[in-house]
């Protein structure tokens, strides 16, 4: 029996919700197909969402109409923002999630939508013909004729856990893995790669002395991820908190007796591992003069008694992690409920891609999430959005979704990705982006909400309450700029605050650009403000505390852009341009670069084949 749909979404974790829906909304009938339909949205590591970078990914992906950003506010345990000791740039919003209540959430989502069928299938087979997708085939035999298939394979794809010298074919969470794509995907000509990450046990509340432990509670005044949820949802919150631990002298000595018996360094596994989430065994052999390492006892949910310890994932035996526990303060009697485990699963080489995550020599065919070689719930669910986008864009016959290293993380992620390609799971962290001042999560919705508006994903009730919001900013930023106070009416609320009195007038914003100094603070001075949401107060003080800045790091936008703005023709036989060294003419030739600015981001491109390119694209 055939089927027919126009986009098939494979595998329904966070970057298949994301394509998913972004198909679906736009119109486009979709069909979503996954291992287990009790599998959707899991999250088989951290129950949390957001974090260092990560949290800026959720605000961009909900500026842009995706959905992860308002389940995850619906769900919220715990809320906090990180990095508030630095500056704003690298503020981060992470919350602990009630990981049940998100797959229920997001589940339901994705039957409400139009356009958008669940099937709960394993799909075997891409047909390809003529260059381009013809269909997908399940392991029931039931052919779906489409045009699009977009890859969110997570962990499944000949997936393999890995618990001592113990190991099985399967996907996270004891889930069948998927055994049959990978084989077609290199009769295609994909180039596959092995990664592995892991999980840490999942140990008994009240087996676990928590009063002993270092208590860590959520903020006071949470903001939402998404613009959809009212800021008032989170007033008088109960939030539940987390608490910390550390690994101790005996905690090393059990893991450095039995390091033999890792799955990992008994050279079972062959998969790289993220650099950035290592195991605990890891860090212990790779940090050797760390006396002990931090440890988060996380919940998993609110009605459940399971508890996540993050960082303290392993391929040790399990006999190894009973001992490993009780070692740590407050675990003596710690019962486990889940074993912690490795897993080893196939993805692809991302420099495969276009950066509309399109397979360069597949029209049709596209690649999101953990099978881009990336780790992490955020970074798949960015990924998702826009390859859902795009497939629907090109469907539609509109011009695809390209976004700029200025002006996102996910722009930044995917050029990454498609640009130098990664040797292990990749991870999104602010130091990767060099205009990060620019890419707060403050400003996320004026730097993306247009586009999210452009494809189809925001509606114009919602836009129009984008634009009073931006409008509204605007206007503030020039009232306190505009706004003076004296010395007299000022002096006595810089004494309070240990700053230097004014010997003349000042505006508020000069005020307000001072370290000490913020915009609640300047309320006693300045009755006659408007009221503004939290979310617009952020961008207001922020855009006036680091105007000098922000001025530099658009100066430094605008002279990249005219490198950017410089295209390379699809069909350039970079072999033949005389100068262009070897090593640059065969990485050129693989990547084929869109621009002599994404060229130059290419490892092993030097400046001087820039010049020999700019040379060349002046003479044609």
């Not at 595998?11 to 736009?26: F, K, M």
């Not at 099978?371 to 795009?390: C, H, K, R």
């Not at 990705?417 to 403050?442: A, H």
């Not at 290419?602 to 003479?619: E, F, H, K, Q, R």
Request: proline share 4%.
């Amino acid at each position: 029996m055939s089927m027919k749909t126009c986009v098939a979404v494979i595998g329904a974790g966070h970057a298949g919700i994301e394509a998913a829906l972004a198909s679906a909304r736009t119109g486009i009938d979709t069909v979503l197909f996954t291992m287990s339909l009790d599998a959707i949205a899991n999250m088989p590591c951290n129950p949390s969402i957001g974090g260092t970078g990560k949290g800026h990914l959720v605000y961009e992906i909900d500026a842009l109409g995706g959905e992860m950003g308002r389940a995850a506010d619906a769900v919220t345990l715990q809320s906090r923002t990180l990095n508030l000791g630095k500056g704003a740039a690298v503020h981060s919003k992470r919350i602990q999630a009630d990981r049940k209540e998100y797959q229920k959430v997001m589940k339901h989502t994705l039957e409400k939508t139009s356009n958008l069928r669940l099937v709960q299938a394993e799909i075997v087979d891409i047909g390809v013909r003529e260059g381009a997708v013809c269909s997908v085939t399940t392991s029931l035999g039931e052919v779906w004729e489409c045009k699009y298939a977009i890859i969110c394979s997570g962990t499944y794809l000949n997936g393999r856990i890995f618990v001592g010298n113990v190991n099985y074919a399967s996907g996270p969470d004891g889930m069948l893995a998927a055994t049959s794509l990978s084989e077609n995907l290199e009769k295609l000509g994909i180039k596959l790669m092995r990664f592995k990450t892991g999980t840490p046990a999942r140990v008994l509340r009240s087996t676990i002395d928590l009063d002993c432990l270092e208590r860590q509670d959520g903020e006071e005044s949470a903001i939402p991820y998404s613009a959809l949820t009212d800021e008032a949802f989170f007033e008088n919150f109960r939030q539940i908190p987390c608490h910390i631990v550390y690994t101790n002298a005996e905690t090393h000595r059990i893991i450095h007796e039995n390091i033999t018996r890792s799955a990992m360094y008994s050279g079972q596994i062959h998969g790289t591992g993220p650099r950035y989430c290592p195991s605990i065994e890891d860090k212990v052999v790779r940090f050797a003069d760390k006396e002990r390492h931090q440890l988060f006892v996380e919940p998993v949910g609110a009605d459940t008694e399971e508890m996540y310890i993050q960082g303290f994932s392993t391929s040790l035996p399990v006999d190894v992690q009973h001992e490993m526990l009780a070692s740590l303060k407050g675990f003596k009697n710690a019962q486990i409920m889940r074993y912690a485990y490795a897993i080893e699963y196939d993805c692809a080489d991302p420099t495969q891609l276009y950066p509309t995550l399109e397979f360069k020599g597949i029209s049709g065919l596209y690649g999101a999430g953990q099978f881009n070689g990336t780790s992490g719930y955020e970074e798949a669910a960015a990924q998702g959005l826009v390859a859902g986008i795009n497939a629907s864009l090109k469907e539609r016959g509109l011009p695809p979704m390209i976004l700029e290293r200025a002006e996102s993380y996910i722009g930044t992620l995917i050029d990454d990705l498609v640009t130098k390609g990664t040797n292990e799971p990749y991870r999104m962290m602010t130091s990767r982006s060099e205009y990060r001042l620019l890419l707060r999560q403050d400003n996320a919705d004026a730097r993306l909400t247009p586009e999210g508006y452009r494809v189809g994903l925001i509606n114009e009730e919602r836009y129009q309450k984008f634009l009073e919001k931006q409008g509204a900013i605007e206007a503030e930023v020039n009232r306190l700029e505009n706004t003076y106070t004296s010395g007299a009416k000022a002096n006595h609320l810089l004494e309070a605050l240990g700053q230097p009195p004014l010997s003349s007038g000042a505006s508020l914003a000069d005020l307000l650009r001072r370290p000490a100094i913020t915009y609640a603070a300047l309320a006693e001075i300045d009755p006659e403000r408007p009221a503004l949401e939290k979310r617009a107060v952020m961008t207001v003080e922020t855009s006036i505390k680091y105007a000098g800045y922000i001025k530099r790091q658009l100066s430094e936008v605008e002279r990249h852009a005219r490198l950017e703005a410089k295209k390379l023709p699809d069909d350039i036989d970079y072999k033949a341009i005389k100068g262009l060294r070897i090593e640059a003419a065969q990485k050129l030739d693989k990547i084929r670069p869109a621009s002599v600015g994404q060229a130059s981001r290419i490892s092993g491109v030097n400046p001087a084949d820039i010049t020999v390119l700019l040379i060349y694209l002046g003479m044609n």
